[in-house]
């Protein structure tokens, strides 16, 4: 059986990747994005998906569109992955009120507002599964004090979320990446990517595809057992 799933900021980096990892396992694909067509257009012609375009962080947008979610997928979201995310780095003494509010809108309000809207079905259902994004920076990171909270929340609500739903069929995981080769990462100046490779203890960076082979392995029904974790995949930079 095919199940369907709806990945959030799933158009590039990352969330393309698992986006493509689970159509290629079978599975219908949806995906929402904020405002970059062209990648949009780009990956629903790549693999058979279709691209929503709202403001995860934004609650009312959020309950708005999930109807039509549903109804491209034929019915309710069984797979949400939360990946949506930006950064607005700044030491905190710098860091004004924008910076901080517009990071963790995005990246933690969006993990409450898509849970929300699909989280009653899952219950009705007696099956689901929810996988967070978080990060390695959500242990700290200098001039991240509001990226670092926002992933520090996720894996906090990832449990408590876990724990609520764990009777019922629902699974609720986070995976904490550490340094990936997207193209966020690739444009460093090179000599600050060469002094974060040299940090990692395996010598490299992560790949997007490696964490999207995690987020399917925790879709899957054979591992129901899983659920609370917070799977790190930063190639030994924090163990």
Aim: aromatic residues 8%.
């Amino acid at each position: 059986m095919s199940r369907r799933v709806l990945i959030t900021g799933g158009i590039k980096g990352l969330g393309k990747a698992i986006a493509k990892k689970f159509y290629e396992s079978g599975y219908t694909v949806a995906v929402t994005y904020n405002s970059d067509k062209a990648a949009a257009t780009a990956i629903e012609k790549s693999i058979v998906t279709k691209a929503f375009c709202w403001d995860v962080g934004n609650f009312e947008e959020c309950q708005f569109h999930i109807s039509a979610v549903e109804d491209y997928l034929g019915g309710n979201v069984e797979i949400l992955i939360n990946n949506a995310g930006i950064t607005q780095d700044r030491m905190f003494h710098k860091t004004e009120h924008n910076d901080w509010e517009s990071v963790l809108r995005t990246n933690l309000f969006s993990v409450f507002n898509m849970s929300r809207c699909v989280i009653q079905k899952m219950r009705d259902n007696k099956f689901g599964r929810i996988i967070n994004i978080s990060s390695v920076n959500a242990n700290g990171m200098l001039g991240q004090t509001n990226y670092s909270a926002s992933k520090a929340g996720i894996e906090g609500f990832t449990k408590a979320l876990a724990l609520e739903n764990a009777a019922l069929g629902i699974t609720v995981n986070a995976i904490a990446p550490g340094y990936l080769g997207t193209d966020m990462v690739m444009h460093m100046k090179q000599e600050d990517l060469q002094r974060v490779v040299s940090k990692i203890p395996i010598g490299r960076l992560g790949t997007p595809e490696e964490i999207a082979e995690i987020a399917a392995f925790l879709a899957k029904n054979s591992t129901a057992f899983i659920t609370g974790a917070v799977i790190n995949a930063n190639g030994g930079l924090r163990v």
